[in-house]
């Protein structure tokens, strides 16, 4: 949770580094980004830059025990404000506004950190501005959110923001191999899946994810050999899990790209499902592209049908007759 443990971010660490290198560190900061990307984990490596007690130019020492303590939760000038429930209550900022109050315990700034600041309730985002209007002196404030647009303008005003970018694909699969332990292959494959979130990658179960695809793919391939019964009672049975019936239309939208990619361009590291691409060849040797290009439209119009809230059986039914006539 230090500066060098975050993968990639150059630009919002250059930022954050050269304030510290000058002293002039803004009060509040509002870190907005994807979720998942690195946000929190650069809040609580600026949280332990400002109260190192061995500080180096590039941030905190990492091994002093200020620096110790923030990694472990345990410092006592740094506090973490996140939603009970579904959102951030006035009591919360209440609370947050009488330990700014206070001088720092034993670092050198009061550090707060509002994780998922787009859960404020409008009482306590009124009550969280006045915070921000009149700071303490020793006080660092750390908003964070991926939906910068949800907070009041007058919030964001009185913030400097720094915006996150989601990591590349070759960042994210090298940080997945190390972290994770991960062949090449696999961890470009998550990488792709994680759509540039290092914290989804991690949590991603890759052989889940694997044995969902496998299920995809066996189920298309063996349509044309079903009755229309039996094509039926397979519809149903997805039509009866709307979450499921979602997953593999996403996935048949994800290996119809695949098979589009790979049929014009041939470059394996474009592909989501890279480890696949002798199935990829033979699926682009017997379909013609006309084909291919039909079956994305209809798996993407359904998935659009999914997202307006169209029965998830009729949805399933009229897909998989399509496709086993196709």
Known sequence: ???????????????????????????AYLFSG?????????????????????????????????CRKVASGGHPDVHLMAAEGNEIKIDQVRQAQADLALRPFEGNKKVLIVDGAEGLNPAASNAFL?????????????????????????????????????????????????KRGLSEEDAWFLAALAQGSLGRGIEMDIDAEKALRDEVLTLWSGLGRLSPGETLLAAEAYGKDRERLERLLDIGIEWLRDAVVYRETGEERL????????????????????????DLELFTSSRKLLDRRVSAPLVAENLLLKLGRA
């Open 271 to 294: 592909l989501v499902n890279g480890s696949r691409r002798d199935l990829l060849r033979q699926w682009c040797e017997q379909r013609p592209l006309p084909g291919m290009l039909l």
């Open 1 to 27: 949770m230090f500066f060098n443990d975050i993968e990639g971010h150059e630009g919002p660490l250059q930022i954050l580094k050269r304030a510290l290198a000058h002293g002039t560190l803004a009060h």
């Open 130 to 178: 006045k915070t921000l209007e009149e700071p303490p002196g020793d006080a660092l404030i750390i908003l964070i959110t991926a939906m910068p647009q949800s907070l009041l303008p007058t919030i964001r005003s009185r913030c400097q923001e720094i915006v996150f970018q989601v990591l590349p694909r070759h960042t994210l699969a090298t940080a997945l191999a190390r």
């Open 34 to 66: 994807e979720s998942g990307i690195g946000k929190k984990m650069t809040a609580l490596g600026l949280a332990a830059a400002v109260n190192c007690h061995a500080a180096t130019p590039d941030g905190e020492c990492g091994s002093c025990p200020s």
